[in-house]
């Protein structure tokens, strides 16, 4: 259904600071906001006919605040107003001089309170927030919110989306990024306007995620908000894609595995998985199977044949690579349908080969020497990731060969780790954590 011009929410301006589909704190963003260029009190108007069915004040969340559903069974929801049209304002009034309170709620019956196309209902305002602005919000006839773009509103909008970094996630015991077992965060290039280029060929191995940092903006304004739809492609074909559409407010927290929480709580930023996470059932994804999008090379299939939830002869789960350099290109997209690209590569190569390629690489006046100190500080500290410990040695002096290291968890038997030199200096290392581990760990 389209809305006519005339009917867009507020005369403030067509400008938005903040899209749907956003990550905020535990929750989905929920519509889209409006600017207000940091003033209150621009008109606020029913987008069509309706009744009201909520009006509420209340200093958290969307402070004064409007539900109106529509003819068509469309819920809408005005936020962060100063203050409603003088009827509602005088049917709040009373209800707080009757409770003797500031937070109130009135609900009503659909065609008690009703308005018109048009009609004005409220000003914009900042309650129940910081800078002012008009949060605009609609759901369906199941009260799932939808990307409000999808009635059919314009903005204008000439600006691609930018594309800062892609990560790249072992995601399961015996996986490696460049020979480490952590998640590596690898800055695009930029080309051109659209064009970015992962600058490396990057070395993985095993159950790969790789997730994109990207952000968009729209003309007018600065504000930064996230992007519509991604594309991940392998050579050349696609794998994965997401589309923010509609969700139902039941899995909003699940933004926690839409995006990758664990870089987000490191300070690394904010990456939408090109991958679709187990526990993950929000509707954003094709295809929809658990770990489509997921990059998968290593010796055999047998451990993953043990999950009951991958299927291997279907192509709605991971991607099964071959040992070899494979391309991979990303597509983010806004509403509007301006294009940014990212193109790069990833060489599947055994973990085996990364030791033996480090190891050639030591300084061989460092592996045959015999003058360093006779007892350098070695530490070590771990980590803990999804399914693994990582384990990073590092000496205050250079070694002449690669360290042994053994360790005792939970004081059952001692077990051998293999290290992965860094430098002369830092090793890498790794244990699968089991059942029963609660880190404690003697070396």
Request: glycine share 8%; aromatic share 10%; charged share 25%.
């Amino acid at each position: 259904m389209c809305i006519s011009d005339s009917c867009w929410p507020t005369d403030a301006s067509r400008i938005i600071t903040s899209s749907f589909g956003e990550y905020r704190p535990g929750h989905i963003h929920g519509g889209i906001d409006i600017k207000t260029w940091d003033k209150e009190g621009y008109k606020v108007f029913a987008i069509g006919d309706g009744s009201v069915v909520l009006l509420e004040t209340s200093p958290y969340g969307y402070g004064r605040t409007i539900h109106l559903v529509l003819r068509n069974g469309i819920k809408v929801i005005y936020g962060h107003l100063s203050r409603f049209s003088d009827s509602f304002q005088h049917l709040i009034q009373k209800e707080q001089e009757r409770k003797r309170r500031f937070a109130v709620k009135l609900v009503f019956k659909s065609g008690v309170l009703t308005v018109s196309k048009g009609e004005l209902i409220g000003y914009t305002g900042s309650s129940g927030s910081g800078a002012p602005h008009l949060h605009f919000e609609v759901r369906d006839s199941k009260n799932r919110p939808f990307n409000p773009f999808l009635l059919g509103y314009y903005i204008q909008d000439t600006v691609p989306p930018t594309l800062k970094a892609i990560a790249v996630s072992p995601l399961s015991f015996g996986s490696h990024v460049d020979g480490d077992f952590k998640p590596e965060v690898f800055p695009l290039q930029k080309i051109e306007k659209g064009r970015y280029l992962l600058p490396k060929t990057i070395r993985v191995w095993g159950r790969i995620g790789i997730a994109l940092s990207a952000f968009d903006r729209a003309d007018g304004a600065a504000n930064k908000f996230s992007v519509y739809k991604t594309r991940f492609f392998v050579d050349g074909k696609l794998v994965f894609s997401s589309q923010y559409d509609r969700f139902s407010l039941n899995k909003s927290r699940e933004i926690n595995l839409d995006r990758d929480y664990r870089l987000h709580q490191w300070g690394l930023g904010l990456f939408q998985k090109l991958y679709h996470d187990a526990g993950n059932e929000l509707p954003f994804y094709k295809p929809t199977g658990i770990e489509a999008g997921v990059l998968c090379c290593w010796d055999g299939k047998e451990t993953l044949k043990q999950s009951p939830l991958i299927n291997l002869e279907s192509e709605e789960g991971p991607v099964f690579l071959e040992k070899s350099i494979h391309s991979i290109r990303i597509e983010a997209l806004d509403y509007f349908g301006n294009i940014s690209e990212a193109t790069g590569k990833l060489e599947m190569i055994p973990l085996s080969e990364i030791w033996v390629s480090a190891i050639s690489h030591m300084p061989s006046q460092i592996k045959n020497s015999t003058s360093m100190e006779k007892n350098p500080l070695i530490t070590v500290k771990k980590q803990f990731l999804d399914e693994t410990i990582r384990l990073f040695v590092q000496s205050t002096q250079p070694l002449p060969a690669v360290p042994h290291l053994s360790v005792r968890i939970n004081s059952w038997k001692r077990t051998f780790v293999p290290l992965i030199p860094r430098s002369n200096k830092e090793f890498v290392g790794e244990i699968p954590i089991e059942e029963g581990v609660d880190g404690t760990m003697i070396t």
